[in-house]
């Protein structure tokens, strides 16, 4: 019997085989470049390394012999085990029960002690902030003004200097070592034994929006480094996919989120009255931390650091989240100052002025931008215009063009027709060279868009080039498909192209999450790798719902085109709405 693993067991499975880790075992990945490790590639000989492996995206890809996929699919490869088996491989390796093996309760059984053990030693940590061990961290929070609501209402705690006072506690209370090194709350020794994973730290527990303890992050008290200390992902936790103090700030009365940099600024401003404030966990704001916000709120106010440093993190935020759709306001705090310094000297009604003035994302930008050129200079106050240009030509609503275009001609002392005109320009330029990349892909000579494998050969290149592109956008912004598009598997050309568009359709409306490790059991290695492909190419076009509305139209052009005579009114039809559509928009 087959037995259907969940996406939550295949998700813990990958989490607890770091691809790299994984890889690195038989690979000697040595070159970087990027984000991602090069090495040769252990499924095909070649003197260039060409194999790339991504902590970020837990992939890896083979630009030779064009082999992909997620840990699974290496052991798969790797080891020539089938699915089941690379499953078990990578669960023995991990220590982790199999559902078939009877195992599947264990394994829940097992995060729930996780949490509990979690649960346990956030009390511990409170304990030990009225006892002698938590001076320095009650010392802490008296310098920064933390009220003792607030130390409650977050669970703060102490994490003392010594190497087992923790440990030892946890391991009374009947925890195994290996339980707590799982957790994150130890850290094994190069003689075998344990030690605290968190010593000399104000401790401040990460709780979901469930109420579940699912790490912890340290902010050193004395000299140090790393100032701050976040749990690694465990099985119970993935710092990419939560936010502090998501708990509380989902329940806030505000209409946004106040998304600041670290902890203590959205302790700071929940005591100020900000109840909505949340942070990342020492990493840059992700994608899914991104939808986490939007499932509660419908806009967030990006209240970062002012300096340089804070200031592109706010940059890179802005990108990631409007791709989900929520509204983006940016808050621009005076004097070089953080939330909390500036709330601790100019008081809460004056940061409440400030969110009442946030500005949109575009403000921000063209703000970021002037600040760029001497506009007293003929030659920069050009170049501020140009570059103004080109960022005006991304707004859809011809109000904010007016509004902001107004802006940019008071500015450069260019009239605001030029501005306009010269926005239409750039539209068509965008226009163009996105039309001209599709053509150009379009109209390669079939050989070179072919898959290698004969298996997945496609029959119209030219429809294929355009379904790879609804497959990587699904893959990267599922967002633009929480709405089924006007396409279906049957407008696809290549079945293998069109067989993947309805498994990750059907699973993005269903709300799952499209990874590597939970589309292996989904698509064979050949076709695994061709997906990994996809998501190796950009996106080049610069408007991902208009890439979506290009891609669908040309599908739908190629299917007239190679249509039966019978079909072709139907077709035609279909096509004639859509294109009323578009118009209409």
């Known amino acids: 019997m087959t037995i259907a693993f969940s996406d939550i067991f295949l998700e813990e499975l990958a989490v607890r085989n770091d691809i790299v880790d994984v890889v690195g075992s038989y690979v000697s990945l040595t070159k970087k470049s990027g984000g991602n490790q090069f090495g040769l590639c252990p499924f095909h000989s070649e003197k260039t390394p060409s194999f790339s492996v991504s902590a970020d995206k837990q992939m890896y890809y083979c630009f030779g012999c064009h082999k992909g996929g ?22 023995r390796r991990a220590g982790i029960a199999v559902p078939d093996e009877g195992g599947y309760d264990e394994a829940m059984k097992r995060r729930e002690r996780l949490l509990g053990a979690n649960r346990e030693a956030a009390r511990f940590f409170r304990k030990l902030l009225s006892e ?22 977050f669970g703060l705690g102490a994490a003392p200097e010594g190497w087992n006072t923790l440990t030892d506690h946890m391991t009374r209370l009947g925890y195994t070592q290996d339980e707590l090194v799982a957790a994150g709350l130890a850290r094994r020794g190069k003689t075998g034994g344990i030690y605290d994973a968190f010593r000399g730290r104000l401790v401040f527990p990460v709780i979901d929006v469930r109420s579940n303890v699912l790490a912890f992050s340290g902010r050193i008290l004395g000299d140090g480094e790393p100032k701050y200390l ?31 940099e670290g902890n203590i600024d959205v302790v700071s401003l929940h005591q100020a009255g900000f109840d909505s404030a949340v942070a990342p966990l020492g990493t840059a ?88 050129f001497d506009l007293d200079r003929d030659p920069e106050r050009v170049a501020y215009s140009q570059e103004a240009i080109a960022l005006l030509a991304g707004l859809e609503s011809e109000v904010e063009l007016e509004v902001y275009g107004r802006r940019v001609a008071e500015q450069t002392g260019v009239s605001l027709e030029s501005i306009k005109a010269g926005v239409k320009r750039q539209r068509e330029k965008n226009r163009n060279r996105a039309k ?96 990994m492909h996809l998501l190796n190419q950009p996106e080049s076009l610069p408007d991902s719902r208009q890439s979506l509305a290009d891609y669908i139209k040309k599908i739908q052009t190629e299917k007239l085109k190679q249509s039966p005579e019978d079909n072709l009114q139907q077709i035609y039809a279909k096509y004639k709405e859509q294109k009323g559509v578009d118009k209409d928009e």
């Open 436 to 531: 001209r990349r599709m053509e150009k892909d379009g109209s390669r000579p079939a050989q070179s868009a072919q898959p290698k494998e004969r298996s997945l050969r496609y029959q119209n290149a030219y429809s294929a080039v355009a379904e790879e592109g609804v497959i990587r956008l699904i893959l990267t912004d599922p967002a633009l498909f929480q709405e089924p598009p006007p396409l279906t598997t049957e407008d696809f050309s290549s079945s293998f192209l069109g067989r993947a568009y309805g498994v990750l359709l059907e699973r993005t409306l269903a709300g799952k999450e499209n990874t590597a490790a939970t589309l292996a059991p989904l698509f064979p290695p050949e076709e695994m790798g061709r997906l």
């Open 285 to 372: 704001l992700t994608a899914d931390q991104a939808r986490l916000m939007h499932q509660y709120k419908q806009e967030a106010i990006i209240a970062f650091d002012a300096d340089s440093a804070g200031q592109r993190a706010a940059d890179r935020a802005i990108g990631i989240l409007e791709k989900t759709g929520i509204r983006v306001r940016v808050l621009r705090i005076p004097d070089g100052k953080d939330p909390d310094d500036f709330i601790k000297n100019h008081g809460p009604d004056a940061f409440h002025a400030l969110i009442q003035q946030r500005e949109t994302h575009i403000e921000f930008r063209l703000l970021s931008l002037r600040q760029k």
């Open 70 to 91: 997620g840990v699974i699919n290496f052991v798969m490869e790797i080891e020539s085990l089938p699915f089941p088996d690379a499953v078990h491989f990578l669960a």
């Open 132 to 153: 002698p061990l938590g001076r320095e961290a009650i010392d802490y929070i008296n310098r920064r003004g933390i009220s003792t609501a607030m130390v409650r209402q």
């Open 230 to 260: 976040n749990t690694s992902d465990t099985p119970v936790f993935n710092k990419s996919r939560n936010l502090y103090g998501i708990h509380l700030a989902r329940k806030s009365r505000a209409e946004y989120f106040l998304l600041v």
